[in-house]
């Protein structure tokens, strides 16, 4: 194993997306920017641009998310990319043989570049480092979600977002609200914000699904909603998995709702031009409710849009390293 | 290092007298960022007609991309303009090796189909390696293949003309 960050090529260019924990700020700003123009893509006659022309670019899902590979496989096409969808059920015996000879088999047939979801922590990491120990500097491996690690181009996106509705971070209070414990997107948005100078971070939920010693990612504690949100720019919701509710984690879906649930009464502490976050897929009327969801100050969708975009930079750079 | 070099203002005054008689009186400005977008500005302000105003940033139809990768400040294009049927002129500072306009003609396709394109300069300064020429320079100059014609701004928006050391670009 390389003790160099496996995420940097030698001339310290971005050219494995693993984590955002430990990137340099000038790289995710640059990815940032690379996004702006990405966007007005969309709103063209073609909507393509020949960067990624004769590469090809594999998908691989070892656990299930058709939105997230929805949005990659958009992305790579519209940057012109081949794209070849493999979702592979992780098998049971000794998986990493079977993922890195998947990996070596796939290079054989000349992939360029690898967005890898996986239910273990580390899969991607893994993939990268085979392919650096292997030499083969030329394939590029962009993590679309590990375990509860991190889900970095979930957390891009969500800096995207806030930047563009609310401008430099230096000046900003953001809050996190819920099921932080399981939550990948969660650990990559903070990593970001802290990364690029947040002023001030906040988590909210309830103890049971808060990492340990979540202060030592430099944020603030707040078990009581309204406390956390007050004077709030941005509040980022996260989803409650509906398996978290079998467990002691929590009482009922109701009682949840109660207390950490958005309501417009409840987000009426934040800023009056606060914007509101969520990766989804939502769970109406449990951590958001609809009025918020649909309401004025939710940017949910343009999330989406901008999702596309800060992927289509992601690829583009990694492929151009 | 400025010797042999034309004052930038005084050739776009020329520029400005070449295209005058002859560009469409609706044609559309597009220009390539950032040089030529500074030109588009100040030609669609000196040269009367209706000309719609369009800026184009070719990083992502280059064709060194494999080789130097994407580098940082890539703009938006923006064409606000219907493109299908539209007559153009393309604006650049420096027109050499005609790779910068190739990608930028591939990318004024992909906004829709023109009636025609134009390409106006302030300089040519020879070298092409591809089959495309200007329909308006402001002046033809040789300049040895290491070195670039690079056009500045100053705050006042007066333009002038400088000579570094050739970078990939």
Redesign the interface.
Known sequence: MPNRNPQLNADG?LTHLLTLEGLPPAVIR?IL??A??F???AE???K????LRGKAVFNLFFENSTRTRTTFEIAAKRLSADVINLNIGASSTSKGETLLDTVDNLVAMDADLFVVRHAQSGAPHLIASHLIAKGRTHVHVVNAGDGRHAHPTQGLLDLYTIRHYKGDFANLTVAVVGDVLHSRVARSLIHGLTTLGTAEVRVIGPRTLLPAHVESMGVQVYEDMRLGLANCDVVVMLRLQNERMKGALLPSAGEYFKHYGLTMDKLAAAKEDVIVMHPGPMNRGVEIDSAVADGARSVILPQVTFGIAVRMAVM??LA?? | MTTGLPDAEGTLHELVERMRPAVAYDAAFVGIYSGGAWLAERLAREIAGDHPLGFI?V???RDD??T???K???????IPFD??GATIVLIDDVLFTGRSVRAAI??L????RPASIELAVLIDRGGRELPIEATYAGARLAVARDQNVVLSRDAAGRLSLGIEPFRAS
């Open positions: 260019a640059h920017d690379t702006v123009p966007v007005g893509i063209r006659e073609v393509k641009v020949p960067l583009s750079i151009g390293a | 940033d990083s992502f139809y991309y494999a130097t990768g994407l940082g400040g890539t703009k938006r294009s923006e493109v299908t591939n990318e396709f992909d906004f829709g």
